[in-house]
Nanobody, 124 residues
């Protein structure tokens, strides 16, 4: 059974930091691109960041550039999202996803596997 399990969410004050983790199991994800998406209440799910299987290509939405960093450890089948200088508008449920054979696209429909999400709340 393929599973992606996110962790590391929580409540943080504006300006603070959180590190999200996504542990994959059930198959080998080392050749998959991995992405992070988020969905705020009443809004559509949006792309946040993605990384190619080798880590050589990283893609970010403009609103998080310079604040968020995506990384991966293929030996641990885990992808991370380091979030610094958090803002109230970053509040959302964050999901990780896997795109088999992908390069790190922002397109939601390219991702075949999804986690259940972890809540991130940033207070002002």
């Amino acid at each position: 059974q393929v599973q992606l399990v996110e962790s590391g969410g929580g409540l943080v004050q504006a300006g603070g930091s959180l590190r999200l983790s996504c542990a994959a199991s059930g198959r080998t994800f080392s050749r998959d691109a991995m992405g992070w998406f988020r969905q705020a209440p009443g809004k559509e799910r949006e792309f946040v960041a993605a990384i190619s299987w080798s880590g050589g290509n990283r893609n970010y939405v403009d609103s998080v550039k310079g604040r968020f960093t995506i990384s991966r450890d293929n030996a641990k089948n885990t992808v991370y999202l380091q979030m610094n200088s958090l803002k109230p508008e970053d509040t959302a449920v964050y999901y990780c996803a896997a795109d088999p054979g992908g390069w790190g696209t922002f397109e939601t429909q390219s991702y075949d596997y999804w986690g259940q999400g972890t809540q991130v709340t940033v207070s002002s």
